[in-house]
């Protein structure tokens, strides 16, 4: 693997079935009473967090800490860079301190790939502006694999139909889920509203669709993506009721599903937008595991960027 | 990424023919299987309280032909499992990350037990001090023995397997390589020399 996971475009459909099979062996640990393990003893990982969050940010701490790893949490509410220290200098800050992982998050596009430039340790993206989240299309991945396949080792996602809806435009995880899903052979349709799909989709190694109602009846998969109020300088829409109405999942447009389909969500849900609370409660919801699956998924790619000796830079 | 490289001195796999020696037969280690069966029994009482843990990949085909031939010999086969120790060498930094295996303990746990460590070739005892501290997170055994197909020598930590297939002193520079029927199609253990 590569010594950073900046992309979902970087991880090649082996690289990326490993780290799911990685996972599912981890998982099956996970249920045992005694949940460290020693791997990463003695090395250092850094959770540099210039956005909010919460669900990312404890999930990769308890990743790190499962391993044994050290793990120092800093986010820019107050650091120096609430003084006006760059984002350079941070890094040069805390390569100096001795670090082995910088897991970063950003409201910039690109900074995890100008960070990774800057330091000599792995740079993990956990969200760079509205660019990419890997490590989230790697939890969603896994989480389709063992609830549609049962979860057996060494599959993809071939054939699979994943139907991914809402802000589109505003969605590092739109992004990262369909370069890795069509990595993994599933065929992913983008339905949104005209104004939330992005420049250029047509490139995008996905189908685009206008009509979630024709969508549903014929996909294995759905998924609601949150719609980003704080991302959004100008009004894409009439009004959130329109907006619910014509792209939102209520009870309704859930029994259009085949009986097998699957609902995700990458969280934090906006309950009575883009989703309604009955079907982001329901049974086919995969929002719970989808939390749980993120520890251990951020677990195998820690422990592949830093369990072994890399590509040379330690030894 | 993560390739796949051989464990030094301790290969497996398809042998390349003519420059590999073969020091067990199928029948010999067929024999050498049974007389471990008889002395895990016979050490253990019967084997009351015996759960063999197989260490991945081929000591766990062996941890299962070892407790099939137990259920001949007594009637019930002893609960086996595998141990995947990965996560606990002392090694990993020595090369890329390596892939990890199953670990499956069967379903009454190891607390209480009598664990039998399951592994082809015993050689500098780093895979059972592994072992030994990954079997430490699934809980406290009564005992832990050691039973392996074939010691070959070399060891760099004070351990030492309870039941050997074959004692077989080589040179620090040969390598030994066990196939078995269940992932190499045949069963057969073989030396050589390295870099051929």
Same mark, same amino acid.
Not at chain 2, 139 to 149: F, I, S, Y
């Given at each position: ?13 082996? #690289? ?25 003893? !003695? ?40 003084? !006006? ?73 071939? !054939? ?69 109020? #704080? ?85 | ?27 010999? *280690? ?5 007389? *471990? ?32 031939? *137990? ?126």
């Amino acid at each position: 693997m590569n010594r950073h996971l900046i992309s979902a475009a970087d991880l090649s459909r082996d #690289e990326a079935i490993l780290i799911l099979d990685t996972t599912a062996e981890l998982a099956s640990a996970a249920g045992r009473p005694i949940r460290k393990l020693p791997t990463l003893r !003695g090395l250092t990982v850094v959770n540099c967090f210039y956005e909010d969050s919460t669900r990312t940010r404890t999930s990769f701490e308890a990743a790190a800490k499962r391993l044994s790893a050290d793990v120092i949490n800093f986010s820019a509410k107050g650091s120096s860079v609430a003084k !006006g220290e760059s984002l350079k200098d941070t890094a040069l800050t805390l390569e100096a301190m001795g670090t082995d992982a910088v897991i970063i998050r950003h409201s910039a596009s690109g900074a995890a790939h100008t960070l990774a430039r800057w330091v000599t340790g792995s740079v993990v993206n956990a969200g760079d502006g509205t660019h990419e989240h890997p490590t989230q299309a790697l939890l969603d991945a896994f989480t389709m694999r063992q609830r549609l396949s049962g979860g057996e080792r060494g599959l993809g996602l071939d !054939g699979v139909r994943v139907t991914i809806v809402g802000d589109v435009l505003h969605s590092r995880v739109a992004r990262s889920n369909v370069l890795l899903l069509s990595t993994l052979g599933a065929e992913v349709t983008l339905v949104a509203p005209p104004t939330l799909m992005p420049y250029a989709v047509e490139t995008w190694p996905c189908k685009v669709s206008y009509d979630l109602d024709t969508e549903l009846r014929k996909t294995d998969v759905v998924m609601m993506l949150r719609v980003q109020q #704080e991302r959004m300088s100008a009004a894409y829409f009439p009004s959130v009721r329109e907006y619910r109405r014509r792209y939102g999942l209520d009870a309704g447009r859930m029994a259009l599903l085949p009986d097998h389909a699957i609902v995700m969500h990458p969280g934090p849900m906006n309950r009575g937008v883009e989703i309604a609370a009955e079907v982001a409660d329901s049974p086919r919801s995969t929002i719970v595991a989808q939390v749980s699956n993120g520890v251990i998924v951020r677990m195998a790619v820690l422990y592949l960027l830093l369990g072994g000796a890399g590509e040379g830079a330690r030894a | 990424m993560c390739a796949m490289r051989p464990e030094p001195g301790h290969e497996s796999g398809a042998a390349q023919p003519g420059s590999w020696k073969a020091v067990l037969t199928p029948e010999e *280690i067929r024999r050498a299987l049974s007389r *471990i069966a008889h002395e895990i029994l016979e050490r253990t009482h019967g084997g009351e309280g015996v759960v063999l843990l197989g260490i991945p990949t081929r000591g766990v085909y062996l941890a299962r032909r070892l407790a099939e031939r *137990i259920g001949e010999f007594e009637g019930t086969p002893a609960p086996y499992g595998s141990l995947d120790v990965t996560m606990h060498r002392d090694d990993l930094r020595l090369r890329p990350a390596r892939p990890l295996r199953r670990t499956e303990v069967p379903p009454d746990g190891v607390d209480g037990k009598t664990v039998v460590l399951v592994d082809d070739v015993l050689f500098s005892g780093r895979t059972v001090r592994a072992a030994l501290d990954a079997l430490n997170d699934l809980g406290r055994p009564r005992a832990v023995q050691l039973a392996v197909l074939v010691d070959r020598g070399h060891r760099e930590l004070p351990i030492r397997a309870d039941y050997v297939g074959k004692n077989l002193p080589t040179a620090q520079r040969e390598v030994v390589r066990v196939l078995l029927t269940e992932k190499d199609g045949e069963d057969s253990v073989l030396l050589g020399e390295r870099d051929q």
